[in-house]
């Protein structure tokens, strides 16, 4: 207890302290970032693939391959997938595997995020991670005895579970892990906005629990413009279809302003193939610039999601498309 006291509360009250632009300033000072749809549907076989196939993935994934690819694109952020519908997760974790009961366990042995924050934290690229708000749809045992129910219901149950699981990771990852971009926040008003725990507060501490400056969004899903939800989150979500679509308050006269959104960090999450994860880049070098530009300029945020290889490399073509990005920005 009184370790608790000395170390433990200390980071209760510095998250008590920080804004939510203050958690999300790097974000705004590194403009722009990559994300990456990492998953047993993208580069497996969905829900078809064995323990074996996606640990064997995870082993061969060439985290200083990608961290190189980053820094070449001059990225300042690099955001990736814990896991989605088919339930393989590419990080162990003790809390998920004794809720479901699956053996061997859908979560890889090995820590992908611990090895991919060495990589990139020496080059200065701050790492993100991916989560749903819900359990994987695909997955008949964990939808069952992670007490989910997909629609507008409270799962009081469920939630009390999911925030354990993002818990232990956020215990384990610590500050390694600069933010948290959590999906499917569908129902905001049934499920996080109760006066009791869970609601939105209890599943921001959960996250902030290793880090207390982590930068937190929860994705309701495509919305324009975009908004932010919640006083809990530090960015806004921002998934955009369509980024010609996007305006920012006050865009009339150039320059204009975006750097924030009712307290949060303006952030537009879209991707340069033609849908997440999938397909030859939608877009010219010069369009992408441009998109870029039309938001980063004003102090808000862009974050490009981009095919991944089964090796953990970038989509060759994407690659270069994100170095174009990169050089125009830094001016070069």
């Known amino acids: 207890m009184r370790r608790f006291n000395r170390v433990i509360l200390p980071l209760v009250l510095l998250s008590a302290v920080l804004s939510g632009q203050q958690r999300a300033e790097w974000m705004r000072q590194a403009r722009w970032g990559v994300m990456t749809h990492y998953l047993a549907d993208t580069v497996g076989k969905g829900t078809e693939t064995t323990v074996e196939e996606w640990n064997r993935l995870i082993d061969n994934f060439d985290v200083e391959g990608l961290a190189r690819q980053l820094e070449a694109a001059r990225a300042g952020y690099y955001l990736i997938t814990l896991g989605q519908n088919s339930g393989f997760y590419l990080s162990p974790n003790g809390s998920y595997d004794k809720y479901v009961g699956i053996k061997p ?24 991670t991916y989560l749903p708000a819900g359990a994987p749809d695909r997955d008949a045992v964990a939808m069952k005895t992670l007490e989910w129910k997909r629609g507008p219901y409270s799962n009081l149950e469920f939630q009390k579970k999911w925030e354990q699981v993002i818990r232990e990771w956020s215990l384990r990852w610590g500050s390694r892990v600069a933010g948290w971009w959590f999906d499917g926040c569908y129902w905001p ?144």
């Open 189 to 332: 008003n049934i499920m996080y906005r109760g006066a009791e725990p869970p609601n939105f507060a209890s599943f921001a501490a959960a996250a902030r629990a290793g880090n207390p400056a982590s930068a937190l969004a929860f994705n309701r899903g495509v919305l324009y413009p975009i908004i932010s939800i919640t006083e809990q989150e530090d960015y806004t979500a921002g998934e955009i279809n369509e980024p010609g679509r996007v305006r920012c308050s006050g865009q009339a006269d150039a320059p204009f302003r975006c750097a924030e959104v009712d307290g949060a960090q303006y952030q537009m999450l879209s991707y340069l193939g033609q849908t997440w994860g999938k397909g030859p880049p939608r877009f010219s070098n010069d369009e992408a610039i441009k998109h870029t530009r039309n938001l980063s300029d004003g102090g808000g945020a862009v974050t490009w999601d981009v095919p991944i290889e089964a090796s953990g490399l970038i989509s060759a073509p994407f690659a270069e498309q994100l170095k174009s990005i990169g050089k125009a920005l830094a001016g070069k």
């Open 105 to 128: 366990s859908k979560c890889s042995r090995r820590d992908l995020i611990a090895d991919l924050a060495k990589a990139l934290g020496p080059r200065g690229i701050k790492l993100m």
